[in-house]
Structure formats: structure tokens, C-alpha cells
């Protein structure tokens, strides 16, 4: 297998199975339910331009509604690579184009949010704060959000050098999900170098 392969196995494969398997484990009696009475699970999967899980989802939930956001705007988010990728892979079929701040859905419509090694791309902190205010809102209070990301630390320091600095630390996500009143539910390192962190509705962060 080639170098890319390699790094998708172990930066977007393993990750994604590890985060299915946990809201797999969470929600199988909620999706046999709610399949029974003929109501869709409702799953959001946000992206900043670049979609490599969507058909992942879409396969392990296949009894759900798969609803795809991408929030990338081209004059705010401007990360050179984002742009590229655009370029060399096309959007999941379906796919809604939003903004951070308004991601353009019911309140209280989602069972499942994903937002997987994205989020770091809003690179203004008020604008990563309302970002978070609107999942608080999309999501049910029985449901949970799923943040993969690299973190601003030694070991993606080793991995990235100087590129590590596109992170942000743990610290500096907590303050986030803190203004965005959302409570970690659980924190999970996947791989040395990601982290998941699972989010509720409501209450305090600490």
C-alpha cells in the first residue's frame, strides 16, 4: 500500500471506526426504537470543504437520515490545503453549504452530530464559539456531539513540526464548549495523536 493510504488508515479509517463503534454502543436501542416506529435517526455530519466520512457514516447508519453540512467559505477559511482537496474530491451527493453560524436546521432535529477533524478550521474564536452555540441547539437534549481533532501537544508536534500550531490545545476547547454551555460527556484518545471528545446538551463543561 502507498504512503496515502497509509495515512488515511490511520488518520481517518481508524478514527471513524472507533467513533461508530462508541455511538453505535450508545444509541442501538434508540435506532431499534425508533426504526419500530418508523422514525429516522437523525445524523449530521459537518465538514470545512473536505469530506472523507460521509460515506462511512452513510454505510453504518443506513437505517438513519444522513443529513451532510460543509460550512467552508473561501474568504474566511482560507487554509491552502482545504482548497486542493475541494479540487480532487467531490462533495458528498446532497450536501448543504452553510455557514458556521447558521447551519440552517430545525432546534432540537439531531440525534448524532459529527464533526470530524474540521472544527479547527474556524480560526476566529467568537466565530468557533457560535459555531458550538448552534449544535447546542440542532441537537437533542438525549443526544451527543462527536468533535475529532488534533490537538495542539507534544506528540502532534513530533508528527506535524511546525504545523502543529493549526491545532488547538485542550485547554483552549474546553473554554469552547464552556461558552457553548455544552458538557463533556467523555473524552477518548483514539490514536496518540486524536482525540474525540463526546458532548451533551445543557449544564457546565467542569
Not at 462508541?22 to 434508540?30: F, G, H, P, V
Not at 453549504?97 to 430545525?106: A, G, R, W
Not at 462527536?146 to 476547547?173: C, P, Q
Not at 464552556?178 to 495523536?193: C, G, S, V, Y
Request: net charge positive; charged share 20%; hydrophobic share 50%.
Amino acid at each position: 500500500m502507498g504512503f496515502g493510504f497509509n495515512l488515511f488508515f490511520i488518520f481517518i479509517l481508524i478514527p471513524v471506526t472507533v467513533i461508530l463503534l462508541l455511538a453505535w454502543l450508545s444509541t442501538k436501542k434508540i435506532i431499534y426504537g425508533k426504526v419500530v416506529g418508523f422514525t429516522w435517526l437523525g445524523i449530521i455530519n459537518i465538514n470545512a470543504g473536505f469530506d472523507e466520512t460521509s460515506v462511512i457514516l452513510g454505510k453504518r447508519f443506513m437505517a438513519a437520515e444522513l443529513i451532510v453540512l460543509d460550512f467552508y467559505d473561501p474568504l474566511i477559511h482560507t487554509e491552502v490545503s482545504i482548497k486542493r482537496a475541494r479540487k480532487a474530491y467531490p462533495a458528498f451527493p446532497g450536501t448543504r453549504n452553510v455557514t458556521s453560524d447558521n447551519l440552517q436546521l430545525e432546534e432540537n432535529s439531531a440525534d448524532k452530530i459529527f464533526v470530524i477533524l474540521s472544527a479547527h478550521e474556524i480560526r476566529n474564536k467568537e466565530e468557533r464559539i457560535r459555531f458550538f452555540k448552534e449544535l447546542k441547539r440542532l441537537i437533542k437534549p438525549s443526544g451527543q456531539i462527536f468533535i475529532v481533532e488534533h490537538l495542539r501537544d507534544k506528540v502532534n508536534f513530533m508528527a506535524y513540526s511546525i504545523g502543529f500550531l493549526h491545532f488547538y490545545s485542550k485547554s483552549t476547547w474546553f473554554e469552547v464548549f464552556q461558552a457553548a454551555e455544552l458538557k463533556i460527556q467523555n473524552e477518548i484518545k483514539i490514536t496518540p495523536f486524536i482525540s474525540t471528545f463526546i458532548l451533551e446538551k445543557n449544564g457546565n463543561t467542569f
